[in-house]
């Protein structure tokens, strides 16, 4: 019989003690953090009106003192992190299942450690630092990040996606689609770069924004922690290690408030309307300026490039507050229609004209009437009707960055080129592929057709290199042969047979031309997955957004369906960002088949814990 935790259902942190970790129910714990989390959200919204902190604190001190936190913490640090098998500077590593449950026994909130300085490259050749904290001091942060983030997310501006519960860099971008899109009057970006923002953060700042917080004391031991190169210590007087699990809020703590800021200048601007056939002129009061950031990566858009000059000294006072300022080499005001601007990978321009997809009936009628023979490179076709003032005729266009798409190529061809060369073609085909698909799926909610089409070429290509510098004495007509047109109509794609022990199956190269085009539906205003009012908002959006991983009307499309996007084992959503497998109920090897009755969808790291009860706790 399983074990469970006293503390998961009281919360009061008095639990039985743990011996196996694979008996964890992590439904429990999920389920035991998260209530805890609304009622911290809730308390804080309650403090706007009758202003008493005291129920606040107590909440937060309950969570941080519940060892369903720890134990989620422990999850998240050796378990979930992509740095899990990352040691500090201690040389400390927990991923066994046996190390982790000592952990769960030996972890208090003991003195803390330096980080451990490591540097990374970065694409223009440079290195970026990242300060490695030790298992235990991430385990605390993790604990803290639990308790302190329900009571940011209700101060948080709207416009702030970047490190956020339930917001992404696509929200970011459908943001800034809907500032400039038809209509809009802001032809001007303040394309701004802070210079160093993790490292330069005032820890003054920091510390007097967490103000009343449990352990605000150990925060400041974190910022003041130093770090280690080697053997040689060093001071860290201002700043945050970027390779820390809370150094992410911290920053979001230290830029929020620019937005409300900037939103308080506002300008009259003049617009016609027609009524019976005259024209009527119309004033109306709107901001100013329009905001968007992830992290440290902001715009500001505006109608004139004189309004966003008048704000960047005030900007760079506002930063200077909080340690920070502009990096002015890299800050620049660019006309969005005449050179556009790029932001979290994506291309951003305005241009003349209605922006049609390609193959539509809109687009079929305008080529037939502007006598355009329909290509796939026609970007747009003006309506010949159109008499709309100049501001009113121009369209958002956002593609996937020629940049980006540049380095992503570039890394399939080096991919085969090296790792090609030792290993076996279906495994190079199942590689590739999981490198396509996450390309494919974080640019498909943009214009990136005429993109996904350039890519399929480039790789299929690349392909038929690799295969000649395989088999060099082979003729063409012999590798056609071997690797191509047996199970797909088109003729220019490869495949491999891989015989399992499950099943024989044969792989072919993700079709990129196929990936459709999705118009991403952008978080509303300030909604919050802690708001214990928007739970069914919540599921929906979540669902709605998990389930575009699978092709439509697919097998696994229904099964996420029937789950309602939650894992079984954790009771968490599977987000649209994040990595999932399939899991068989019933084994293969105990009779078991690939039916939609026999089949689950889980995270990837509840997958690999590998539970002893997997497919019985799920019943």
């Not at 964890?24 to 009106?49: D, E, G, M, P, Y």
């Not at 390779?243 to 809020?249: M, T, V």
Request: glycine share 6%; net charge positive; hydrophobic share 35%.
């Amino acid at each position: 019989m399983k074990k469970n935790i006293t503390e998961m259902r009281s919360g009061t942190g008095n639990g039985t003690e743990i011996e196996d970790w694979q008996e964890i129910n992590w439904k429990i714990v999920n389920r035991q953090v998260f209530k805890i989390q609304k009622r911290i959200f809730k308390a804080t919204q309650l403090t706007q009106s009758n202003g008493s902190w005291k129920k606040v604190v107590n909440l937060m001190k309950l969570l941080i003192n519940s060892k369903s936190a720890l134990l989620l913490a422990i999850q998240r640090v050796t378990q979930i992190n992509k740095g899990k098998g990352t040691a500090g500077v201690d040389g400390i590593t927990a991923l066994t299942h046996e190390q982790r449950t000592n952990l769960i026994k030996k972890w208090n909130w003991s003195k803390v450690n330096p980080t451990k300085g490591v540097y990374i490259p970065k694409r223009n050749g440079k290195k970026r630092p990242l300060g490695i904290p030790t298992i235990n001091d991430r385990i605390g942060q993790a604990i803290l990040k639990m308790a302190y983030e329900p009571v940011f997310e209700v101060y948080f501006e709207p416009g702030s996606y970047g490190f956020r519960p339930g917001r992404s860099c696509h929200d970011a971008i459908q943001d800034v689609f809907s500032t400039l899109k038809k209509g809009s009057s802001h032809r001007w970006v303040l394309d701004a770069d802070i210079k160093a923002a993790f490292d330069n953060i005032s820890h003054e700042f920091i510390i007097e924004k967490i103000k009343g917080f449990p352990k605000r004391n150990v925060v400041l031991k974190w910022l003041k922690a130093g770090y280690m190169e080697e053997t040689k210590f060093y001071e860290t007087k201002t700043g945050t290690p970027q390779g820390g699990i809370i150094s992410p809020l911290i920053a979001n703590v230290a830029l929020d408030g620019i937005q409300e800021w900037i939103s308080k200048p506002m300008e009259t601007i003049t617009y016609k309307t027609r009524n019976r056939g005259k024209n009527i002129k119309n004033k109306k009061e709107v901001n100013k300026y329009k905001f968007a950031r992830y992290a440290d990566d902001f715009v500001i858009t505006s109608q004139t490039r004189e309004n966003l000059e008048e704000i960047i000294p005030q900007l760079e006072s506002w930063l200077a507050q909080r340690g920070l300022k502009l990096n002015k080499a890299k800050t620049q005001i660019r006309d969005i229609r005449k050179e556009g601007f790029s932001f979290l990978g994506f291309d951003i321009r305005q241009f003349k004209g209605k922006t049609l997809r390609y193959g539509s009936n809109r687009y079929k009628r305008f080529a037939h009437k502007m006598r355009i023979n329909a290509k796939p490179n026609a970007k747009r076709i003006p309506s010949p009707n159109a008499k709309l003032k100049e501001e009113e005729c121009y369209s958002c266009f956002i593609i996937p960055a020629k940049k980006e798409t540049k380095e992503f190529l570039t890394n399939i061809r080096e991919y085969l080129k090296n790792e090609g060369r030792v290993l076996s073609f279906d495994t190079v085909l199942n590689r590739l592929n999981s490198k396509i698909i996450g390309w494919l799926n974080y640019y498909r909610f943009v214009c990136s057709k005429k993109t996904f089409r350039k890519i399929r070429k480039e790789v299929l290509d690349a392909i038929y290199r690799y295969l000649k510098r395989k088999h060099p004495k082979k003729s063409w007509k012999w590798i056609k042969r071997k690797y191509y047109t047996k199970i797909d109509q088109d003729p220019h794609n490869p495949y491999a047979d891989i015989k399992g022990k499950r099943k024989n199956r044969e792989v072919l190269v993700n079709a990129a031309k196929d990936v459709p085009i999705i118009r991403f539906e952008k978080v509303k205003g300030k909604n919050s997955p802690f708001d214990p009012t928007l739970i069914e908002y919540w599921k929906k959006r979540q669902t709605k957004w998990g389930k575009t991983k699978f092709a439509k009307g697919s097998k696994y499309e229904q099964i996420y369906t029937r789950q309602k996007g939650i894992c079984p084992i954790c009771g968490k959503p599977i987000c649209l960002d994040e990595a999932f497998e399939v899991h068989h109920i019933v084994p293969i090897r105990d009779g078991g088949n690939n039916s939609k009755a026999n089949l689950m969808i889980l995270h990837q790291h509840c997958h690999k814990a590998k539970n002893k009860h997997l497919h019985k706790r799920v019943d």
